[in-house]
Every structure is written in structure tokens, then in C-alpha cells.
């Protein structure tokens, strides 16, 4: 047998001893200046010496397993490193804002609030509408006890752990402070942290976040919280959720107090009262906001009385009393490079425009979809062009102009590929669109499994665009069925796939196996076929069979069912590798539906919720249930650490009792009615 020789033995124990005393080192100065930072708020370092600090001991470690612990600093920070994020329901549902891009509908809203008001003064405030990332502080006694995201509006992640490495949020309030107290505002990343942080990630050769609110939204939902405190977030505070005690009389008073408690608000808060005064505040901000340390897409116009507020109420999405103004994308002049093409999960060419990287609405923009060959024949974009680019929504960069005077005669007129790009199969005209023709093309399988494990569809946490790249590349995924027999050593190989991500991403995939059956339908992607006419399919057939042996008469009776869809459909269910890749999943057990399962939820608003009811309701008790299943919660019969809502009727006893001990969210029938929308 072969002996390695004694020296490079020799060699890597002084290092690896060299390495034991120097993490130890940087754990004793990481913790010093934790410390320093969270509780006494007087850091002695900057933030980019703390992370080159951090940086180099998760290196160290990561070249040492042997000396990595679960209490080093780069898996916590002030608290316990997160398995996954705890579901936190709101006391008071967060609600979002209707919006307006005109002065004429802005006016209609205070002539509307005018008349509502029946005669009464009237008055409003006009804040910057912060794009970040909402956010729910519960304080009690002054304590910061838990934070949460938005969410869906009713439950939201517990972000606590992160929110506290947040600077500029206190962990306690001062002053005169109610005894339980929930306010709500916006993390976001300065827009100054943002260009730093992406310089950054160039340089460690990490992909740039496409803009600060992406970016706020990515660091604030990162399971270790050392992440979280290297991006250098910060809040500002605009309203309060819940409060006991006496309330404020006004939205000025209540940011008053905000502000007297030690929370952040913004640093303009302009009025108007009427019209006129309203308009010319927004028109105010506008010119104002691009002055602040954060990026903002609007005014949030306030009506200021908080009785007013109450009395006006909701609609099911948006307060009566609030409306966001939305103000024009803004436009920048760029060159267009070069015109690519992107492979869609059904084969669909789109050609894309690849720009000279230009900074437009608060982020670089260097690709915008183009959508098809004949809009860009239509509004006539040339490879060389000089052309405005827009970000419609602040987020997809789209080409509104070409600068036709600026040509030269060097620019080149775009012609379709005859070839799929990725696979070189024959592409064929599918109305506007061209389709690459064979379905085993790479770009295409990637898409697919992509679209599988999206958010909406199988909601596959960490199966993205990056990892589906990754996995395809590394033969390890051919098509969706192989997602359920990935196997952790394999896993392992991969580059910057560690033991964490590996359980995580098996845990998201076995927790996949049992998601409703309209996900699974959406997942499948069948053409036409999204996530409202998914639910309608889950609603009407209760199981995969039953649906794939219908007939195209039946799927048409289906309310959002037209006949592209019902033929769509059909024909999905016929061609032998769709049949094939249903029996992998079958066989893998995923939910294919049960015959006799009770209607599906036909929105989510509750989903996610567990219901126990209680006491004398006005309705019966099956009727309630049902109602709450509708809307995608469930209901059991006790009080347990996993139920996340009561609903007490009239003398409600010993649930009550035990839901309050345990914290759960409690509500009477006009909370719950109003929950319901
Ligand atoms: S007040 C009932 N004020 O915009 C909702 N919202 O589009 C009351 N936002 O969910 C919200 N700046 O996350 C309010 N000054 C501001 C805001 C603001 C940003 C966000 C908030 C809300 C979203 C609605």
C-alpha cells in the first residue's frame, strides 16, 4: 500500500493548527463586536470590517469542516440559527393601496373622501411610498418580540431574528409606550448600500440583485441572520396595525409617536386639504423623493382623521381612506447590442434585447424582453439602435422608442433564426410566436422544471433558475420526475452546495409531494392552462383521472374554461410522454387528488391558517367551516400550538382561555367577517 510521505503531513497540521488559533480569534473579536452592535448600538467597526471579518472566518471554516460549530458567529447573530421561517399571523391583516397614475383620479379620490365625510373638515397627509419590503414590529412593553413580512395579508414570515440586525430599528421603544403595540413600515436597502453591495457581488463573482427592493426582499429572508446584518438594511415606520389603550386622534399624532418611541419615520411628510393642495404636494414629493436614502415609486395620500379612517374602512384589498399615487417610470437613452433568443417551457422563442448596462429607476438595466419578431418589426428596433428604455412596474426594462435620427446605416435589421439556439431543431410559426419543435430541447426541459417548482406552482423553496441550471447541467434532472429521486450525495457534488442547502432543498421537495392538486395541475404546464383555470380543473374533477378521461364537452361547462384551453387540455392527456411523466409522479406519491375531497379553496386568502371555532356563532359551526375552507384555511376541533386563529362567539370558555395562553390570534365574528372580505 502507498504511504504518503511525512512531510506534507507535517505541513498541514501547522496549518490546520495556524487555522484552529486564528478562528478563534475571529470568533472572540466577531462576538466582541456583536456585542458592541446589538447591545450597546456602539460599534467600533465599520460594517465592511465586520464583513471581511465574517468573510474570512466562514472561509475558514468552510476550508476546515473539522472546526465549524453550530454556535460560530456565521451561523447566528444575537440568537439560534433558523431551521425555516415560522408562519406569524397579523393581529389586523395587512392590506395593500389602490393606486393612481393621474392628477384627474387623484382628485376623484378627495371628492370621494369629500362626500363620505358628509360635511366634516377633511385633511391629508403625503408621504413617499418606500419600495421595500413591508414589515410587522410587535412590541410589547416597550420590547421588540416579533417581526414579520407581509405575506399574503394574513400570515407573513417571522423574520424576527433578521429584523433585529436591522441598525436603525430599536429593540426598545422609550417613552410613554402602550402595552402591546404593532406598527408596520418598510425595510429597505439605502440606495446608496445598494450600488455598494452590487459592486461587491461582482467582485465575488456573485450575480447583482436586480434592484433594492429585490434586494431588500432577498436579505430580509434569509434563514442566517449574519447574512441578513451584512447588508446594511434600514426601516422607516408609517403606521400602526394594533395598540392598546388610547389611541390617537390623527395620522400626524400617531407618527409623532412613532417617532417620540425611537422608530424611524420618513423625513417628509407633506399636507393638503383639498384638490388642488393634495395634487400639488404629490407634484411636491416628487421633486423631493429623489433625495432620500430610499428608492420610492410614489406618495401614499392619507386621510388624516383616524376616526374618519374607522368609519370609512376597506374594501376587500385597500382602505377607503388611502390611495398611492404612482408616479411615470422614468426613461433613459441606451445602445442595443445585440437581439438573443430565449427558449420558453413550450418552445417559444422570444428574442431578447441585450443594452449597454444603463442605470434607469433605481437599477442597471441590461436585457428587456422584446416579446416577439414582429413588434420588433413593427416599431422597427435595430441591432446598433439608440433606444429609451422603461421599466414598466419599476421592475421588467421594456424599449419604448427608437432614436431612428441617431442611425448611422451600420445598424442591422433582426431576422428569426430558422434553428432552435439550443437544441438546433427546426423552429415552426405558431401564430405571432415561433416554437422550437422538439420537446426534449435542454432550454425547454429547464423551463419546465423551472416553472414546476415556482411559487405557483409546486412552490419548491430553492429549486430556482440557478439550481435547475446546475442540476440539468449535472445530468442530475432530465425532466420533473427525476426532481423526487435526487439523492443527497449526489446533491453534495455540487458546486456551493453544502449539507444545509442539500436537507433544505430535500425537505422542500418532500414537502412538495403533498401540495393541492391545483398546484400540481399548474405545475404540469399544460398550455393555457394557469393558475385560476388550475383551480377551477382541482375544483370540478377532484383527482388527475378524472380529469384526464374527461371529455372536451365537459371541460367547456367549466365557467374559465374557452376552447384553446379544452382542447388544450385534451390533447395534453393523450400524447404518451405526458402519460409517462404522470405515472413517475404517481409513483413518486405526489397528491393526485382524492374523489371525494370537498371543494377546493377557491381563493387563498386564508391559506395557511388552522381554525378551531368556539362559542355561540351566528351561523352553525359546518357553515363557518366551510366558508373558511373555501378561502384555503382548515379547521380542527382543539386548541393546539399549531392552530394559528380563534374564532369566539358568544360565552366562549376554556378555548378562549387556552388560545390566549398560547398567544393564538383571537377574533369575534365582525373580525373574522372582515378578515373574510
Ligand atoms: S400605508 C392599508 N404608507 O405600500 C395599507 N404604505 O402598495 C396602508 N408602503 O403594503 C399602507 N410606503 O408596504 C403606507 N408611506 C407608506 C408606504 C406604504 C410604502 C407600502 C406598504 C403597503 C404597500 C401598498
Known amino acids: 500500500m502507498l504511504k504518503p510521505s511525512s512531510e506534507p503531513l507535517e505541513l498541514f497540521d501547522q496549518e490546520s493548527t495556524r487555522a484552529t488559533a486564528r478562528v478563534e480569534d475571529l470568533r472572540e473579536q466577531i462576538e466582541k463586536h456583536n456585542r458592541l452592535y446589538y447591545e450597546h448600538a456602539m460599534p467600533e467597526i465599520s460594517d465592511s470590517e465586520f464583513d471581511t471579518l ?235 423623493r429623489h433625495d432620500f436614502a430610499y428608492e420610492t415609486d410614489g406618495a ?164 430556482g433558475e440557478a439550481l435547475v441550471s446546475q442540476l440539468v447541467d449535472a445530468g442530475l434532472l432530465k425532466s420533473i420526475a427525476d426532481i423526487y429521486t435526487l439523492q443527497r450525495e449526489a446533491l453534495l457534488h455540487l458546486e456551493r452546495m453544502g449539507e444545509r442547502s442539500a436537507s433544505n432543498l430535500l425537505a422542500a421537495i418532500e414537502e412538495s409531494r403533498s401540495c393541492s392538486l391545483w398546484r400540481l395541475l399548474n405545475g404540469l404546464g399544460i398550455p393555457h392552462i394557469g393558475i385560476t383555470s388550475a383551480r377551477d380543473l382541482a375544483n370540478r374533477f377532484h383527482t388527475i383521472d378524472a380529469l384526464s378521461t374527461t371529455t372536451v364537452e365537459t371541460l367547456l361547462s367549466i365557467h374559465s374554461i374557452g376552447e384553446i384551453m379544452a382542447m388544450a387540455i385534451h390533447a395534453w392527456f393523450q400524447k404518451p410522454e405526458n402519460l409517462a411523466l404522470l405515472e413517475s409522479l404517481r409513483a413518486a406519491k405526489l397528491n393526485f387528488g382524492e374523489a371525494d375531497t370537498p371543494t377546493e379553496a377557491t381563493s387563498n386568502r386564508l391559506e395557511g391558517t388552522i381554525w378551531v371555532l368556539t362559542g355561540t356563532l351566528s351561523q352553525s359551526r359546518e357553515e363557518v367551516a366551510e366558508t373558511i375552507r373555501l378561502l384555503g384555511g382548515k379547521v380542527t376541533g382543539s386548541v393546539s400550538k399549531k392552530t394559528t386563529h380563534l374564532l369566539a362567539g358568544e360565552d366562549a370558555g376554556s378555548k378562549l382561555d387556552k388560545a390566549r395562553e398560547l398567544g393564538i390570534s383571537i377574533l369575534d365574528e365582525t373580525a373574522f367577517r372582515q378578515l373574510c372580505g
Open 300 to 463: 401614499v395620500v392619507k386621510l388624516d382623521s383616524l376616526t374618519l379612517r374607522r368609519e370609512f374602512g376597506s374594501t376587500a384589498k385597500a382602505p377607503r381612506w388611502a390611495i398611492a399615487y404612482k408616479y411615470e417610470p422614468e426613461r433613459a437613452e441606451t445602445k442595443l447590442l445585440d437581439i438573443t433568443i430565449q427558449v420558453g417551457r413550450t418552445g417559444t422563442l422570444t428574442p431578447v434585447a441585450e443594452l449597454e448596462p444603463i442605470f434607469v429607476s433605481g437599477s442597471t438595466v441590461s436585457r428587456a424582453t422584446l416579446h416577439n419578431a414582429e413588434e420588433i418589426h413593427r416599431k422597427d428596433i435595430r441591432i446598433g439602435d439608440t433606444v429609451l428604455v422603461e421599466k414598466a412596474g419599476e421592475v421588467i426594462p421594456a424599449i419604448v422608442e427608437v432614436r431612428k435620427g441617431l442611425r448611422n446605416g451600420s445598424e442591422l435589421i433582426f431576422e428569426m433564426p430558422k434553428q432552435c439556439p439550443s437544441c438546433g431543431s427546426f423552429v415552426s410559426k405558431d401564430g405571432v410566436s415561433w416554437k422550437c419543435t422538439n420537446p426534449s430541447c435542454g432550454a425547454q426541459v429547464r423551463r419546465r422544471i423551472e416553472h414546476f417548482a415556482s411559487k405557483q406552482a409546486m412552490n419548491v423553496e430553492g429549486l
Open 54 to 288: 465574517l468573510r474570512e472566518l466562514a472561509d475558514l471554516e468552510k476550508a476546515h469542516p473539522e472546526l465549524a460549530n453550530d454556535d460560530s458567529p456565521t451561523r447566528k447573530v444575537g440568537g439560534k440559527p433558523l431551521e425555516e421561517f415560522a408562519p406569524s399571523t397579523h393581529i389586523v391583516p395587512m392590506q395593500s393601496l389602490d393606486n393612481t397614475y393621474s392628477p384627474e383620479e387623484l382628485r376623484e379620490f378627495v371628492t370621494r373622501v369629500r362626500k363620505l365625510a358628509e360635511g366634516r373638515p377633511i385633511h391629508f397627509t403625503v408621504e413617499p411610498k418606500v419600495d421595500g419590503v413591508a414589515i410587522s414590529l410587535l412590541y410589547e412593553k416597550g420590547r421588540l418580540m416579533r417581526a414579520a413580512t407581509r405575506g399574503d395579508g394574513v400570515t407573513g414570515d417571522d423574520v424576527t431574528q433578521n429584523v433585529l440586525t436591522i441598525s436603525n430599528i430599536p429593540h426598545k421603544l422609550h417613552g410613554q409606550i402602550p402595552a402591546e403595540v404593532e406598527v408596520r413600515g418598510e425595510v429597505y436597502l439605502p440606495k446608496a448600500v445598494f450600488a455598494q453591495l452590487n459592486t461587491e457581488r461582482d467582485e465575488d463573482g456573485l450575480p447583482p440583485f436586480a434592484n433594492p427592493r429585490n434586494a431588500a426582499a432577498g436579505s430580509i429572508k434569509q434563514l442566517d441572520p449574519s447574512i441578513t446584518a451584512s447588508r446594511r438594511l434600514s426601516a422607516v415606520f408609517y403606521g400602526i396595525g394594533a395598540w392598546t389603550g388610547e389611541q390617537p386622534a390623527t395620522g400626524r399624532e400617531m407618527l409623532a409617536a412613532l417617532q417620540k418611541w425611537g422608530l424611524p419615520i420618513s423625513e417628509r411628510i407633506l399636507e393638503g386639504s383639498d384638490e388642488d393642495s393634495v395634487n400639488a404636494a404629490v407634484q411636491q414629493m416628487d421633486a423631493l
